[in-house]
Each structure stands twice: as structure tokens, then as C-alpha cells.
């Protein structure tokens, strides 16, 4: 138990300097120390990511533990490990393009209203990003049944307001961060991603309505998957 302790403490805080230390590490890449909107982008988002965990490590370790599990403990579907790998190709590329776009010049720079606007989505995403670890104690990383820990359909927060709401947070986030950061590439990119999420929902509902008590008659009281009124 006391090594289980240790190493449990040790990835926390190696993961914890991971986080911190991304916006040093990408404005380097960058190659101007004085690009300014790369330093309060990333700042900001490693402090709201370290904030996040901090507060599910004292609040819900249960739903921590969940989010550092590693695909092959079993339970997760086989078909969607595919499209999870994608999804983590993808949100690395999101993650480097603008800084590399600043050294390179790979592609116009976009106009500050865009930023402005950009600013606006990532507010909204990150509330539903929030909101969705405050309200869903299953938000699993993989699509799987969490039979072991009791697994059961929630419906109420942002869960009574779209079936995906972590999903519809990560969308405005990346498409914000892209436009505060003035990045075309980093916005191609998510578009790219948020088609590969659209396509894990076909999946993830189908496993849920099969194997999830109570999912059907949730897809029923909540109609729209990610955008109200429209899907």
C-alpha cells in the first residue's frame, strides 16, 4: 500500500510539471520569447488543467484514477481505441501547430478580432469542460461501462443540456484557442478533431444503449448530442 502511495504521489507531480511547464515549453518552440498571446493562452489553459486535477484529486480521486486509466484494463471498447489514438495525434498537433505556424510562418497570421472572438468560445468551453468532471463522476477517458465502480446514466447539470457536454467543451475550446492564438493550421486541425469526436458518439451511444441501464430513455429526455437545436 505505502509503494502504491509513492508511486500514485509521484506520477501526480510528475504530471503536475508537465502541465506547468507546457507554456515555457511552447512558446521555445515558438521562437519568440515575446510572443504574447502564446504565453496568456498556455498560461491560462495549464492553470485551469492544473486546477482541474487538483481538484479531483481531494474532490473525486475515484474519477482521477478513471482518467489515468490506460486502455487494456478491460471493459473499453476495442473499436474506439482506434479513434481515441486519433483523437491524441490530433490534440497533440493542436498543441504544437501555433507555436511552430509562429517560427515558421506556415500560414497567415489571423486579425485580432479573432482573438477576441476566440476568447468568447474558450470562456464557454471551458465551463462545460468544468462542468462536465463537476457533474459526471464516470467521465471516462475510453468508452467503456464502469461496471466495477457502479457505473449508471447522468442526467442532470450540463448532462440535462446535451448528452456530450465535455465534448462540445473541448470543441469551443480548441476552435477559441485556435483563433486567440491566430493559428489557421491549429484551426484546421480543429475542425479535424471535432469530426473525430462527432464519429466517437455514434459509437460511444451505441455501447451506452446496449449496455447501460437507463441510456435509452436518457437519449429520449435529452434529445440533441452536442448542439442544441441542431444535432
Wanted: charged share 15%; net charge positive.
Amino acid at each position: 500500500m505505502h509503494a502504491k502511495w509513492i508511486s500514485r504521489e509521484f506520477g501526480f507531480a510528475a504530471v503536475s510539471t508537465y502541465i506547468l511547464g507546457m507554456p515555457v515549453l511552447l512558446v521555445w518552440l515558438s521562437g519568440d520569447w515575446h510572443w504574447v498571446r502564446g504565453w496568456i493562452f498556455y498560461a491560462a489553459l495549464s492553470a485551469w488543467a492544473w486546477s482541474c486535477m487538483l481538484w479531483l484529486r481531494f474532490k473525486d480521486p475515484a474519477l482521477l484514477a478513471e482518467r489515468f486509466r490506460t486502455p487494456g484494463g478491460g471493459g473499453e471498447s476495442r473499436s474506439d481505441l482506434v479513434i481515441l489514438l486519433g483523437i491524441k495525434v490530433g490534440g497533440v498537433a493542436w498543441w504544437l501547430l501555433p507555436p511552430l505556424g509562429v517560427r515558421f510562418g506556415w500560414t497567415p497570421r489571423l486579425p485580432l478580432w479573432c482573438a477576441v472572438c476566440g476568447s468568447i468560445l474558450v470562456a464557454g468551453g471551458g465551463f462545460f469542460f468544468t462542468r462536465s468532471f463537476a457533474d459526471n463522476t464516470f467521465l471516462s477517458q475510453m468508452v467503456r461501462i464502469q461496471s466495477e465502480r457502479g457505473h449508471r446514466v447522468v442526467d442532470t447539470g450540463v448532462y440535462g443540456f446535451v448528452r456530450h457536454p465535455m465534448y462540445l467543451g473541448a470543441g469551443l475550446t480548441m476552435v477559441g484557442g485556435a483563433l486567440v492564438l491566430g493559428s489557421v493550421a491549429a484551426l484546421l486541425a480543429s475542425i479535424g478533431l471535432a469530426l473525430l469526436l462527432a464519429v466517437r458518439i455514434f459509437g460511444e451511444e451505441k455501447l451506452l444503449t446496449s449496455d447501460l441501464e437507463g441510456y435509452r430513455a436518457y437519449r429520449e429526455r435529452v434529445r440533441y448530442r452536442l448542439i442544441p437545436g441542431v444535432w
